[in-house]
């Protein structure tokens, strides 16, 4: 499974950004797709996961600033979010997991949140 990642890029706090991931080879054993974070020097965490009954998982439980949706017969999904803070710059990594085979990677795309 190969995942292309685009959307990044610098933005003022309050502003908006779409990141889209993009799904590409042997699909058909993913299970969820979604979007990791990592900020300097911290771990990598979840932002939001989207399986493929639709159910979503999100790391922050307020809903409202991130959305995730999905587009089937594109094999993408897109995160959408708001309302964006300074704490929400980091790396963001487009995800794809398999119960069978394990997780997927996409190369992660910048985001950063300044003035």
């Known amino acids: 499974v190969q995942l292309q990642a685009c959307g990044g890029g610098l933005v003022q706090p309050g502003g908006s950004l779409r990141l889209s991931c993009a799904a590409s080879?042997?699909?058909?054993?993913?299970?969820?797709m979604g979007w990791y974070r990592q900020a300097p020097g911290k771990q990598r965490e979840l932002v939001v996961l989207?399986?493929?009954?639709?159910?979503?998982r999100y790391r922050d439980p307020v809903p409202g600033r991130f959305t995730i949706s999905r587009d089937n017969a594109k094999n993408t999904v897109y995160l959408q979010m708001n309302s964006l803070k300074p704490e929400d710059t980091a790396v963001y990594y487009c995800?794809?997991?398999?119960?069978?085979?394990?997780?997927?990677w996409g190369k992660g795309t910048q985001v950063t949140v300044s003035s």
């Open positions: 995800n794809a997991w398999s119960r069978t085979v394990g997780d997927f």
């Open positions: 080879g042997n699909i058909f054993n993913i299970n969820s």
């Open positions: 989207i399986t493929t009954d639709g159910t979503t």
